[in-house]
């Protein structure tokens, strides 16, 4: 049985407050003393023109959470808040929305908690305040043990409560267990993770949406109702209902899974060791063989030379990515009763969806090209010199997508699929983190799509590993860029073969309808087409001289036929 548990909670209506400009540097907590109960305090109108000041501004803007940095904030309104309390201990989750001079908002949750120790969590001090002459300091609660512990107990006390706005769930795996630890993982971005026994992980969403959140609703599907073997098990979430009744994803609490490492630190490594072999054994690139690009390949299909230059390895750890990545969609392909899950045919309405989310984004990143063309040289900018003289053919490439000629299902996918969401245990793979591209929509990202556009995104990751190795590690190397880069594109055709030859043959033994081989091709170069581009964004803006990537990606595409 599905067990909740649901705390108290207030709503109050959108709140917004002038800015008001504070010296938080001289700031002096006496001066801001309200007479009024903590668990009171944001019922409290003069505290919330204080705290959602620009104080709350500089806290959030240097969260690395935080994704609003290129835009510049206009104000903070709190949107919701909701206690999190067991007897007399209360913490607030609060649902701040930050609209921007830009005209868009995004909607973060922080809870919260009042701390009196001056010596603790420096660093994550959003105001210094009084509460009944009594200082301290408000922090995110996520500092605080006894916060974590708070809330690791209400999911494992879950309760069934219904019509509630806040609901604790917890899953069947999560049996007999009491509190030991917990901590901050630590190094994140998007959001915040906390360990807890070193069992678990809750993952507490830091930018949300006014829907589930894919990595919940993926998760639990992938390990409660499917029994997929090779992804953290999901343990319990929190979920708000919101004033549409729509489901708003909190935190997701999952299994802790041991590893080595995520696949991209450990391709990498083991790149920098064949890349060092070329010198190692003199090896003459310009006679290595070329791999029919995209064509299925087994593993002694690989001639004799490449193996003596690369390896067998790498190639392995391929086809077992392979197996899992099928294993993964063969999952989320054969559901038939949750319309969430259940495989769907291409139609007229995705063709338009897809047409018009792609020429948006090209049409940026053309935008983007033309304002840093100055920023490149050499190989990377007759790429860029290259791309904008064919903006017509990409173009019409994306246009051409004829949804009528497709005979394949779309299903859910992972969506953001590359060797840093996927975890190395030993010699096998464990998939993470399905929220999805950090650009797209809430919505967007659940939209069922053809199962090579994950694949997709592992063959541009693949390309990534390649050229990164190149580029961190090229003083080691006696060769040639250019010949570098030719060896790159070599082990790329072979990477991409072997991991299509196991992928294919695993998906259609369990029926999973990807297409016949020529509607495969053409979905498959229709996504790292949309892959490179949505990349070439990014290089551009933060690190150009790595935009040769994606423009080298991009290159293959259309200067050469699947």
Not at 45 to 64: C, G, H, N, P, T
Not at 499 to 520: C, D, H, M, P, W
Request: proline letters at 3%; aromatic letters at 14%.
């Amino acid at each position: 049985m599905e067990l909740y548990y649901v705390t108290c909670f207030n709503a109050i209506p959108y709140i917004y407050y002038p800015k008001i400009k504070l010296m938080s540097e001289e700031l002096k907590i006496s001066a801001y003393n309200f007479d009024v109960a903590w668990e009171e305090l944001l019922e409290n109108k003069d505290f919330l023109a204080i705290f959602l000041s620009d104080v709350l501004e500089q806290y959030i803007v240097k969260q690395r959470w935080y994704g609003g940095k290129a835009s510049t904030i206009k104000y903070i309104e709190l949107s919701e808040y909701f206690r999190i309390q067991q007897n007399d201990e209360v913490y607030f989750g609060l649902i701040l929305e930050v609209d921007f001079e830009e005209a868009f908002y995004h909607h973060y949750f922080i809870p919260i908690a009042f701390v009196s120790d001056e010596n603790f969590a420096q660093k994550d001090r959003i105001l210094p305040i009084s509460i009944k002459n009594q200082e301290g300091y408000i922090i995110d609660a996520v500092n605080l043990e006894s916060f974590r512990k708070l809330v690791f107990e209400r999911i494992e006390a879950a309760e069934l409560i219904d019509n509630t706005k806040v609901q604790y769930h917890k899953s069947n795996f999560l049996i007999d267990v009491s509190y030991e630890s917990s901590r901050l993982m630590g190094l994140e971005q998007s959001n915040t993770s906390l360990v807890f026994n070193e069992k678990y992980v809750l993952k507490f969403f830091r930018r949300i949406f006014s829907n589930k959140n894919p990595d919940y609703e993926m998760n639990r599907f992938l390990t409660d109702k499917k029994d997929f073997k090779n992804t953290p098990k999901y343990y319990g979430s929190i979920n708000y209902i919101g004033k549409e009744n729509e489901v708003v994803t909190i935190a997701v609490m999952q299994e802790l899974v041991e590893n080595q490492g995520d696949a991209w630190d450990v391709f990498t490594k083991e790149l920098e060791s064949i890349f060092e072999t070329l010198d190692s054994k003199n090896i003459d690139i310009d006679n290595l063989p070329a791999p029919q690009l995209y064509e299925r390949l087994r593993i002694h299909d690989i001639p004799h030379r490449i193996i003596d230059w690369a390896g067998l390895s790498l190639f392995l750890k391929i086809k077992v990515l392979a197996q899992r990545t099928a294993e993964m969609h063969i999952n989320l392909g054969s559901e038939f009763e949750d319309t969430a899950f259940t495989p769907t045919h291409f139609n007229g309405d995705y063709s338009v969806w897809l047409k018009n989310r792609m020429i948006y984004q090209f049409q940026n990143r053309l935008n983007i090209i033309e304002n840093n063309l100055h920023k490149l040289e050499g190989y990377s900018l007759e790429l860029a010199k290259d791309l904008l003289k064919k903006k017509s053919l990409i173009r019409s490439k994306f246009l051409n997508f004829d949804w009528t000629k497709l005979k394949g299902e779309r299903i859910r996918v992972h969506g953001d699929y590359h060797l840093g969401q996927i975890l190395v245990q030993n010699d096998d793979f464990f998939i993470l983190d399905f929220e999805g591209e950090p650009e797209s929509t809430i919505r967007d990202r659940q939209v069922k799509q053809p199962p090579m556009k994950d694949v997709a995104g592992l063959f541009r990751s693949f390309h990534y590993a390649i050229y990164a190795t190149i580029f961190n590690n090229q003083h080691k190397y006696k060769h040639s860029q250019e010949q570098l880069f030719k060896a790159a594109e070599l082990l790329y055709g072979y990477f991409a073969g072997v991991f299509l030859g196991k992928y294919v043959y695993t998906v259609q033994q369990a029926n999973l309808n990807i297409g016949y081989s020529q509607e495969r091709n053409f979905i498959l170069e229709y996504c790292l087409l949309e892959k490179a581009v949505y990349e070439l964004g990014y290089e551009l803006n933060s690190r150009p001289t790595w935009a040769v990537i994606p423009l080298k990606g991009i290159s293959n595409l259309i200067n050469t036929n699947l």
